[in-house]
């Protein structure tokens, strides 16, 4: 069975500040991963996906992840958040021809 | 394109009554799913389907039925609805199978069960 584990419940950051979120799954073949965001009162939207190549995958609003194989990871970073940045951000990973299995859920609070 | 349409946005229930959440979707996805969101829980998927008459059990299946008699429509069934189901449900749809591509999620149905 696949997993996903969200090390990070609630964040708080003030504005500027780096962010890295992490994510490590469990699944013994190959998989396809994502990080989604929900905005307060809203559905999710996805911010970015592995499938393969490059490891290290940019997505929207200057977000990126890191895929590790050999730490079954893959974090997601921003350089610099904003007061916008806020809301709560799913990890989610895919193995073969299964199901989403999402994370419990990062919250994250940007202080102005 | 209208996406995943969920209806209806809101929903209160006495416990015991039955209700269907509608999902539908108009770009010919084959993959379609329900999960529901609680706090501090993220997203456990309860039922999927693959494909036109073929549903499968997820995470958290117990309480809730399934069909999919076309491929734009998964309409999830309370029987007979519990405190315990009270929680927002999210209908997801995905293109291939097999290919690389990522879930579009409706805008989720919030439902209270009293």
């Known amino acids: 069975a696949q997993s996903v584990s969200q090390h990070n419940h609630h964040v708080i950051l003030s504005e500027a500040a780096s962010l890295e979120l992490g994510c490590n799954y469990s699944?013994?073949?190959?998989?396809?991963l994502f990080w989604y965001v929900q905005y307060p009162g809203q559905h999710l939207q996805l911010l970015l996906k592995?499938?393969?190549?490059?490891?290290l995958v940019k997505g929207i609003k200057g977000f990126e992840a890191e895929f590790i194989k050999s730490k079954f990871s893959f974090n997601l970073r921003k350089p610099s958040v904003q007061w916008s940045d806020t809301a709560e951000y799913f990890c989610?990973?895919?193995?073969?021809?299964?199901?989403?299995?999402f994370g419990s859920g990062t919250r994250l609070q940007v202080q102005p | 394109n209208a996406g995943v349409t969920q209806t209806p946005k809101f929903q209160v229930l006495k416990t015991g009554q039955s209700m269907t959440l509608q999902c539908a979707q108009d770009?010919?996805?084959?993959?379609m799913s329900w999960y529901r969101q609680d706090p501090g829980m993220g997203l456990r998927l309860i039922h999927y389907?693959?494909?036109?008459?073929?549903?499968d059990q997820g995470e958290v299946p117990n309480g809730y039925n399934v069909s999919r008699s076309t491929t734009e429509d998964f309409p999830l069934r309370l029987l007979s609805a519990a405190p315990s189901q009270t929680s927002v449900y999210f209908c997801a749809s995905r293109g291939s199978l097999g290919g690389n591509q990522p879930q579009h999620f409706g805008d989720g149905t919030r439902l209270s069960i009293l």
């Open positions: 770009m010919n996805h084959e993959y």
């Open positions: 699944y013994g073949g190959t998989v396809n």
């Open positions: 389907s693959v494909g036109a008459g073929i549903t």
């Open positions: 592995y499938f393969s190549g490059d490891p």
């Open positions: 989610a990973v895919r193995g073969g021809r299964r199901a989403l299995t």
